[in-house]
């Protein structure tokens, strides 16, 4: 006997009944070494926005990226972004940030680093 538990397949995609929430690293563009050496397939952005107006807008992106960093490679594809895990929200160009903060746990990180106790590389969220 298996213990694997048989694979489910989720139902099929309908546009009219649907949304579909994406992330951006490992999803839409490949893992890379680092945040900044990321590029997207050419015809990537020409795709999101035909599966943006063929499910009428229900098309989200969810990322631990800042929105402003993926609007510099999405542009307008995606009208609604959640950047920072959901602090940075934006959606059709209205920007709602949030008001939680980890300036100061960044703060201590980043003493402990310049101290050499941390050697692990601090990428910027802004939030």
Not at 40 to 45: F, K, S, Y
Not at 74 to 84: D, E, P, Q, S, T
Not at 101 to 111: C, G, N, P, Q, Y
Request: glycine residues 8%.
């Amino acid at each position: 006997a298996s213990l694997m538990t048989p694979r489910i397949e989720p139902p099929a995609l309908n546009p009219s009944t649907h949304a579909l929430f994406l992330d951006f690293d490992g999803t839409l563009a490949e893992i890379a070494p680092r945040p900044e050496d990321v590029t997207l397939a050419p015809a990537l952005l020409e795709t999101l926005a035909t599966l943006r107006r063929n499910m009428g807008g229900a098309l989200a992106l969810l990322s631990g990226r800042s929105t402003s960093n993926l609007r510099g490679y999405l542009g307008a594809a995606i009208a609604h972004v959640a950047g920072v895990h959901g602090q940075e929200l934006e959606s059709q160009g209205l920007k709602q940030p949030s008001p939680a903060s980890v300036a100061a746990a960044a703060e201590e990180f980043r003493a402990l680093q310049s101290e050499g106790v941390l050697t692990a590389r601090i990428e910027d969220k802004t939030l």
